[in-house]
């Protein structure tokens, strides 16, 4: 690579993607990686598109789910994250979910064999004036380039905090209480294993979650949670039968052991490595200190003796307010040769983030080939979340947020061959949406 065009600060997964995609037209790529020289207070490795929370991508199913089908638009415009997912793929039921460290390392791989791809190991602590960059620096952007960040914006941006769930031994669960089987039989039963609890061990685990003791935040922090990722502790400090209707919801499922007795609450562990090793405690995320963790989670039934590969934690996420500082081509509006992609932009979830990568990666190659870049379509799973991030109707409250089918154009019904107006609703909806958003999706993919 002689003549490197673009630099792209983060090899998360928002700038994986953003680096696959102008490789691939041609781009010489800079990928500046701060790991593992310095890392961030989540990271645990120097692979590229390291999952620092949950290995799960979420439902798989683009036929009724907005991720989903937000999967299958990458897969379709031909995405390095979602190819190094389905080939790391474990079973997750009607989720996709991969080995951690598996999908890590086939990303870094592929980037470190792309020959238009060059890896520099250094920190970024200013906001280069001059030549094109993406900054795909996550939520988790070091402190100096923050402050550069915020500087460059009139400190116009917010945070949150995000908790980690903890992950089990497989081994240490005993499987005289525990047993295997996916909510409402789908995928296979092996999918998730099941620790139920009766009602006066709920509530006995519930007032421990209350009372156990947590992280404590300096004076001058003010936590602001995304609803989608509260601490299990949190939930259970919003009632207490909060976590019944969450994560611990008993509906569709059958305790092998005792199929006459419904469990008044249950606690499930999907699969977290290719192995089968280790369970991730589904839900279950978490501020509480380390000793907290081990003696309140040891009160679920099958869960007495479990050891932890990995305790939960709680670290600051920090977002910029896209829809007043970016364009609608991801670029900072004050400093255009400047883009922003994943998480820090105010998407949320492993894929969005990847999208929003992709999207940017895409824009600047348009760019860069002095040929006009083709927004993707208002209706597809693209446009919803590339509408998220520049929808200003409500500049006061913006929030993370995962891709929904409230972000889509709204599609109330249909018309009858009769020539009848019918109003969808529940699946049949949903699938409407995923239909138009598949056919117009493919239309744009054609023109890239």
């Known amino acids: 690579m002689d003549s490197p ?57 683009c036929t009724a789910s907005a991720v989903g089908l937000l999967h299958q ?8 994250i979602m190819q190094c997912a389905d080939e790391t793929q474990v079973p997750a039921g009607g989720a996709l979910a991969v080995d951690r460290d598996g999908f890590a390392q086939a990303v870094t791989q592929k980037l470190q064999a792309h020959p238009n791809i060059n890896f520099v190991c250094e920190e970024i602590t200013s906001l280069p004036d001059t030549g094109r960059w993406i900054i795909a620096s996550g939520p988790l952007t070091s402190p ?3 402050e550069a960040i915020l500087a460059a914006t009139g400190r116009q941006a917010l945070n949150f905090y995000d ?99 419904k469990p008044y609450a249950v606690v499930q562990l999907r699969q977290d490595n290719q192995e089968d090793t280790l369970r991730n405690m589904v839900g279950f995320q978490t501020k509480l200190r380390y000793g907290e963790q081990k003696r309140i989670f040891r009160m679920i039934p099958g869960l007495e003796q479990a050891e932890f590969a990995r305790l939960g934690g709680i670290h600051k996420n920090t977002f910029l307010k896209s829809p007043l500082l970016l364009d609608e081509y991801l670029r900072l509006k004050s400093m255009p040769h400047l883009s922003f992609a994943g998480q820090i932009t105010g998407c949320e979830g492993y894929v969005e983030s990847a999208a929003t ?70 699946s049949e909806r949903k699938n409407a949406y995923c239909r138009r958003a598949l056919t117009d999706i493919k239309n744009w993919i054609a023109q890239l």
Not at 19 to 38: F, K, T
Request: with cysteine; proline share 6%; net charge negative.
């Open 5 to 61: 065009k673009i630099h792209i600060v983060g090899a998360g997964l928002a700038g994986s993607e953003a680096a696959w995609q102008l490789a691939n037209r041609g781009i010489g790529v800079v990928l500046h990686e701060m790991r593992p020289a310095i890392f961030s207070p989540a990271h645990k490795t120097a692979y590229c598109a390291e999952l620092v929370c949950s290995n799960s991508l979420r439902s798989d199913d």
């Open 73 to 80: 638009e990458m897969r379709l415009a031909g995405s390095l």
């Open 144 to 146: 100096k380039l923050i």
């Open 163 to 261: 908790a980690i769930a903890p992950v089990v031994y497989k081994e240490s669960i005993d499987f005289n209480i525990a047993w295997y089987q996916s909510r409402y039989d789908k995928g296979n039963q092996t999918d998730y294993i099941n620790c139920p609890l009766n009602k006066e061990q709920y509530y006995a685990f519930v007032e421990e979650l209350r009372r156990g003791e947590k992280t404590e935040f300096h004076d001058f922090e003010q936590p602001r949670y995304f609803d989608g990722c509260l601490p299990i502790e949190v939930m259970a400090e919003r009632g207490a039968d909060t976590l019944l209707f969450g994560p611990m919801k008993p509906v569709g499922l059958t305790n092998s052991h005792h199929p006459d007795v």
């Open 357 to 426: 990568g992709f999207l940017a990666g895409y824009f600047a190659a348009c760019e860069l080939s002095g040929r006009p870049a083709a927004l993707p379509p208002r209706t597809s799973a693209f446009g919803a979340v590339l509408g998220h991030l520049s929808d200003d109707t409500a500049l006061d409250d913006y929030q993370p947020m995962n891709v929904n089918f409230g972000l889509f154009p709204t599609i109330s019904g249909e018309t009858t061959a009769n020539g009848k107006f019918r109003k969808l609703k529940g």
